[in-house]
């Protein structure tokens, strides 16, 4: 069973950062790929970004240029560095792992998930 803790939340004004961490436990193997979504009530979940194992990234369009996700194998850590933040970008974050496979931005394809920490920018 694979364990992932959310931290790194917060509350900024439109223009500032956040940097999200991604703590992971209880595998016995490194997931095929690691990603970063969100989700608004009503919505669908969104993929933001994700990377596989060799350390290639994909992001959503909506994301790219300012957010740039990195992983630390030997701290088993995803980080999700959010820059130029916007009122838009407010959502509650998930990290997720798809132990098998990549999926990338598809969130059908993960096997496990945090509990989410919420992102909030204020125009």
């Known amino acids: 069973q694979v364990q992932l803790v959310e931290s790194g939340g917060g509350s900024v004004q439109s223009g500032g950062s956040l940097r999200l961490s991604c703590a992971a436990s209880?595998?016995?193997?490194?997931?095929?790929?690691m990603g970063w979504f969100r989700h608004l009530p009503g919505k669908e979940r969104e993929g933001v970004a994700a990377?596989?194992?060799?350390?290639?990234?994909i992001y959503a369009s909506s994301v790219k240029g300012r957010f740039t996700i990195s992983q630390d194998n030997a701290k088993n850590t995803l980080y999700l560095q959010m820059n130029n933040l916007k009122p838009e970008d407010t959502a509650m974050y998930y990290c997720a792992a798809d132990i098998l496979g990549c999926s990338w931005l598809d969130p059908r394809g993960y096997d496990y998930w945090g509990q989410g920490t919420q992102v909030t920018v204020s125009s």
């Open positions: 990377i596989n194992s060799a350390g290639s990234a």
């Open positions: 209880g595998h016995t193997r490194r997931p095929g790929c």
